[in-house]
């Protein structure tokens, strides 16, 4: 390294060590106390909230109207289903919103409806049903071609909805309580014949918001938007036990023009997982997502990844653009995976501004992660992972700064690193491993390995797009609601 680029590894890492100590001190009360969602007043009985959404309704109901009881006990399966059927005639006229009061509402699966909105006040919990009859099997997504843990169906996901237009779960930071002990427990003890369900699952959509939420111990992925565009997912948390499997926070899955911003999420695996299918039937269906901006994330992942591209990503994942990130005690900071079979693409992936505290990886990318829905994969299906950008990212107590493992015949391509700088931990690990890649790097501390040649000082910096993504440009509205119920 120059004495020129060993200067400007300094200062950058001195730049960023006020902001950093003062990020990591503010993890608590974030998570605590996340964005609120809405502002309420109460006089008498009435109380009268107001809070931004995309789409505000003419027409508001309380889950007590359809015979809701918040008792944590009484099974509200069909209160909440007969709400939202006698919301979705408000389609065309103003639309529809459901407020779920204070209480602890007992519920089995169900569906949303369009031009609607679910409303939780700051005091309501919905519970998900233990029961697994409550959880009926539905067919396998078409892009991974059998159940994701196991072939056959798949258990339904508790808030669900398909073909939909302008979709809102929101509310005053309000609670979804998944009860996933019983399904982990199961999936432990190979007790299971389904893949478990998501909290949140949209598919074929349009326009969905969901913001200001809490979500809780989910059997499996907490939020599944799938073959879906024009998705805003904003100040929610997301909270699991960090030894338990599969409890991804947001996976954007075949999606396009997606916006994930100021969310708080503690995960037993990935933070945020993009995908598009998995190997021939994540081809066959060829929807790749796209046109992503996540921003403002704070994350602790111990055993997976803050930022996860793949590995189902046999549709496609390009132009996504990360920025302004916390990583506390994760495993790695940014992810590829992807393996033989995948096909299909990674590319134009722009991250800048992490800030990581105790990491194993901050770099990880590999192209042998295997794991095939059946035997049918087609081993000439090569993946291509080009024009991957990181800049501006400080890290401490960190094991392996690097370890980027491409495919023999098909290296990982388009590689920049600039501007990091990355405290190590004492490891008798090199702070780098790098095969079959091909990139750049300029600024970077401890100096990266031979394939990633300090040659990026020369034009600059990695690039990272100065143009706005249309979904960063979609307006929030000031909505209302008064009710007796709540």
Same mark, same amino acid.
């Given at each position: ?7 400007? +590894? ?102 949303? +409806? ?50 939909? +237009? ?131 994330? +704070? ?188």
């Amino acid at each position: 390294m120059t004495h020129r680029a060993a200067s400007t +590894t300094m200062e950058f890492q001195e730049n960023h060590r006020s902001s950093q100590i003062l990020e990591i001190s503010l993890l608590i009360v974030l998570g605590l106390w996340s964005l609120r969602g809405a502002e309420c007043h109460q006089v008498g009985i009435l109380e009268s909230c107001t809070y931004r959404s995309t789409n505000c309704r003419a027409h508001t109901v309380s889950l007590k109207d359809f015979g809701g009881v918040g008792d944590g006990v009484t099974l509200n399966t069909k209160a909440f289903q007969m709400a939202i059927d006698h919301l979705s005639q408000f389609g065309s006229n103003g639309g529809g919103q459901l407020v779920v009061p204070a209480g602890k509402w007992l519920t089995g699966c169900f569906n949303l +409806t369009s031009h609607f909105t679910l409303y939780l006040h700051r005091d309501a919990v919905i519970l998900a049903s233990q029961d697994m009859n409550e959880w009926p099997i539905i067919a396998p997504l078409p892009s991974y071609g059998r159940g994701r843990d196991l072939p056959g169906g798949r258990h339904s996901n508790l808030i669900m909805g398909s073909n939909l +237009t302008d979709v809102v779960i929101t509310g005053d930071n309000g609670t979804i309580d998944g009860q996933g002990k019983i399904w982990w427990d199961k999936f432990e003890a190979k007790e299971l014949n389904y893949t478990r369900g998501f909290l949140i699952e949209i598919m074929y959509s349009d326009q969905i918001l969901i913001s200001n939420i809490k979500l809780v111990n989910s059997p499996y992925w907490n939020v599944h938007p799938v073959y879906s565009s024009n998705v805003i997912v904003k100040g929610i948390t997301i909270l699991a036990p960090v030894d338990v499997p599969n409890t991804d926070g947001i996976n954007p899955d075949s999606c396009t023009n997606v916006r994930i911003e100021d969310c708080y999420i503690v995960s037993g695996d990935d933070c945020i997982a993009i995908k598009s299918g998995w190997d021939q039937y994540g081809i066959a269906v060829g929807m790749p997502t796209q046109h992503v901006i996540i921003r403002r994330l +704070t994350c602790i992942s111990p055993h997976s990844a803050v930022i996860a591209l793949g590995s189902e990503m046999s549709g496609g994942i390009q132009d996504v653009r990360v920025e302004d990130i916390t990583a506390i005690n994760s495993e790695s900071g940014v992810r590829i995976k992807t393996a033989i079979g995948r096909g299909a693409f990674v590319k134009d992936i722009y991250v800048k501004g992490f800030t990581m505290h105790t990491m194993k990886y901050v770099f990880w990318m590999t192209g042998a992660y295997g794991s095939h829905p059946d035997e049918h994969w087609d081993p000439k299906a090569i993946p291509v992972i080009d024009k991957i950008s990181y800049s501006n990212m400080v890290a401490e107590n960190v094991t392996m700064a690097g370890k980027l493992e491409g495919l023999h015949n098909s290296p990982f391509t388009g590689i920049c690193i600039s501007n990091v700088a990355i405290g190590m931990a004492e490891s008798k690990k090199p702070a780098w491993n790098c095969t079959d890649i091909q990139g750049v790097s300029s600024s970077v501390s401890p100096q990266p390995c031979v394939l990633l040649s300090e040659q990026r000082s020369r034009s600059g910096p990695c690039p990272y797009p100065s143009d706005k993504l249309p979904i960063e440009n979609v307006e929030f509205k000031e909505c209302s609601l008064q009710t007796t119920h709540i």
